[in-house]
């Protein structure tokens, strides 16, 4: 596009990038934390003011009153919110006295994308951000909230190439990089991706209830698997860990699942991919957040399958 800068330039660099950081839910605030301790230059925002207080005062960098101070303040933003619909506001607002980054954002900056969001609303967003001279690039995480604090995060990143090696030093201290492929990309991995780990785990839990029905203990059930072609992520870190000892806390909310998987459905229906199984794995998950609710632990969709005594 005739406005859209050139990708190419030098490595993001701590002595001269302002980060702003919008979002510090349980993902965000040790991801902001982790590139605060690494030396880059922080500016927080978050609609939950108390929380980048409490930020500010133990783990460091500043905290921005608007959204348009942030803009004004950085070169670089990275978002980590609810969903692309929210992203999008917060960068372009949706009506002309709204409060939002691009209202300050000086052209030719950086913009970040690190929620689970549509990869096709990404791929839409970016053309728009083009179009006002900005750099775009979507890198989600994989991991949970273990994994951000840790540092280990699977980071997916879509983009330019020369964009994505760019950023790779802000991206670094928080876990690792994985260039998926072009814009959207990475939004598409870590859909598929909880597409897979939400399928594994009714799977995990629907056996494990077959098999206490027929009279195989549990935990001997999970052992039997883990040591065997059945083994996922499921099997090693969700089924006992939270749903034998009925915890339901792993932390990762039921209808945030039920939302990836709509996401991945819906790459595959753009794509023209039948993908019989996931949308019958979306029917069960859509079933149980209308059951359980939202806000439900994603564990907890093994008392909608049949729970355990």
Known sequence: MPNSPSA??????????????????NMGYPMASHLVKAGWSVQIYDIDRPKVERFVS?????????????GRNCNVIITILLDGRIVEKVLLGSAKDDDCVLKTLAPGSVIVEMSSSSPIGTRAL??????????????????GVKGALAATLAIMTGGEQALVERCDPLLAPMGKRFH?????????????NNYCSAASLATAAEAVI??????????VLINILNASSGRSNSTENKIAQFVLNKKYDAGFALGLMAKDLTLAMEVADAFKVE???GHACL??????????????DHTEIAKFLGDLP
């Open 180 to 192: 998926v492929g072009s814009l959207g990309s990475g939004h598409a991995a870590k859909a598929l």
């Open 8 to 25: 190419s330039g030098p490595a993001l660099d701590p002595r001269t990038a302002k980060i702003g950081f919008i979002g510090i839910g």
């Open 210 to 219: 077959i098999g206490q029905r027929f009279g195989i203990a549990p935990q």
């Open 283 to 296: 029917q069960v998950w859509k079933e149980a957040e209308s059951a359980l609710g939202g806000k439900a």
């Open 58 to 70: 133990t783990q460091g960098g500043s905290a921005a009153a608007s959204l348009e101070e942030i």
């Open 275 to 277: 993908a019989k199984l």
């Open 126 to 143: 970016g053309e728009k951000l083009a179009q006002r001279g900005m750099l775009f690039m979507d890198a989600p995480v994989s991991g």
